[in-house]
């Protein structure tokens, strides 16, 4: 089983020396030193797909091999030896992360922390959630506090190269919305000209809200909040006259507000930004990310395949692409670091990747009809790579 890369120099490049015409010119290796995990001229956080890099060969047509090394250990070995996965999550996103009275977690990213524990340890449960509000989540990451963030996370160019992550598969592609109470009357970004916008802090959210509206020359006062928690009260009592955040968040709040029978909420149409969501591991550690990554998108795979948690252990047929994908194929999860049944265990314990949606996302208002999370076949972007 595959876990960690290690760099090996396998060569030491031989020095030849030559005399010509009164002139002496020579040309020398490295010492052959070994290296944990950085090779000269290669970044330490480079992901390696090849087993070797061949350099040029010398005068005497001795090659300078690297060869690539992996070894048991790292984050896959250590939360297996552990038994519990250890997930960053919301509790405050209704549909996405939520945590009840009884301290119990629920919603969409919540079923996703199970999938991955399901996939790698074989049961569901085996999960310890981390509450993180949008600043301390990187935080939490970088410092191992967490083994994977799976907390309404959007994947930007700076975050993936300055936040210490490692982006996943896209589980839900969301974009920026603003939300106001119907009784004012707005319908527009542009009417909200010198108005106060409640906003999350430490999100792309923010810094989306600044670049459009100062691009466009829309005056506003940002009222900026750790979390919903404190953020939903005060939007509540008008003082913020407007909400943004990701489209699918406001739509969770506005079935919140109006179904504990507050005002009724409109969500301005217009869509300001791209928001895609999904798993992030620390950076560095391939095996645990493709790991992560292959049983998330196993619950793509199985919505493809037609199978879902009530048949997907029952199924009879002869298809070599589905064997496969259930274990009794070819064995590739073994590859991956994963038990042979990895796919069945998700999705008899937790469910495909329509169920989940089903379960959390559609009640709030949004149907996978018409949706970029809607199957690739079906005119969405939810498309995985083969199972093979």
């Not at 250590?78 to 919301?90: D, H, I, M, P, S």
């Not at 292959?294 to 002869?318: H, K, P, R």
Request: contains cysteine.
């Amino acid at each position: 089983m595959i876990k960690t890369s290690t760099w090996k120099r396998t060569a030491v490049a031989v020095a030849v020396l030559g005399l010509a015409a009164g002139a002496c010119s020579s040309s020398s290796g490295d010492d052959g030193a070994t290296t944990e995990d950085t090779i000269e001229g290669v970044d330490e956080a480079t992901d390696t797909e090849a087993g070797t890099t061949e350099a040029p060969a010398d005068s005497t047509g001795t090659d300078d091999t690297v060869e690539v090394v992996q070894t048991e250990g790292g984050r896959l070995a250590a939360v297996k030896e552990a038994g519990v996965l250890k997930c960053g999550a919301n509790e405050a996103l209704p549909g996405f992360g939520v945590i009840d009275s009884a301290g119990e977690y629920s919603g969409f990213d919540i079923d996703f922390c199970k999938v991955v524990a399901a996939g790698i340890l074989g049961d569901a449960t085996a999960v310890e959630y981390v509450s993180l509000n949008g600043d301390a989540r990187f935080p939490a990451l970088q410092s191992g506090e967490i083994d994977v963030l799976i907390r309404n996370t959007t994947w930007t160019a700076s975050r993936d190269g300055d936040q210490g992550g490692n982006f996943l598969f896209t589980t839900f592609y969301d974009g920026q919305g603003v939300m106001v109470p119907e009784a004012s009357g707005i319908t527009t970004l542009e009417e909200l000209n010198d108005a106060s916008i409640c906003v999350l802090s430490g999100t792309t959210t923010e810094l989306n809200l600044s670049s459009v509206f100062t691009a466009r020359g829309i005056n506003y006062t940002p009222v900026v909040f750790d979390d919903n928690t404190a953020l939903r009260p005060d939007y509540d009592e008008g003082k913020c006259e407007a909400w943004t955040a990701d489209a699918s968040a406001l739509a969770s709040g506005k079935a919140d507000i109006e179904g504990t029978g507050g005002a009724p909420q409109f969500i301005i149409p217009e869509i300001i930004s791209k928001e895609p969501l999904g798993p992030v591991v620390v950076d560095g550690d391939t095996e645990w990310a493709q790991a992560v990554n292959w049983a998330v998108m196993a619950t793509v795979q199985a919505w493809e395949f037609g199978l879902d948690s009530s048949n997907i252990g029952s199924y009879a047929g002869d298809d070599p692409s589905i064997l496969t994908f259930l274990g009794q194929g070819d064995d590739v999860a073994s590859t991956l670091g994963l038990p042979t049944d990895f796919a069945v265990q998700i999705v008899e314990q937790v469910g495909n990747y329509e169920e989940i949606y089903n379960a959390h996302i559609t009640p709030i208002g949004l149907s996978l009809e018409g949706s970029p999370n809607n199957l690739w076949t079906e005119g969405g972007l939810m498309y995985v790579p083969p199972f093979r």
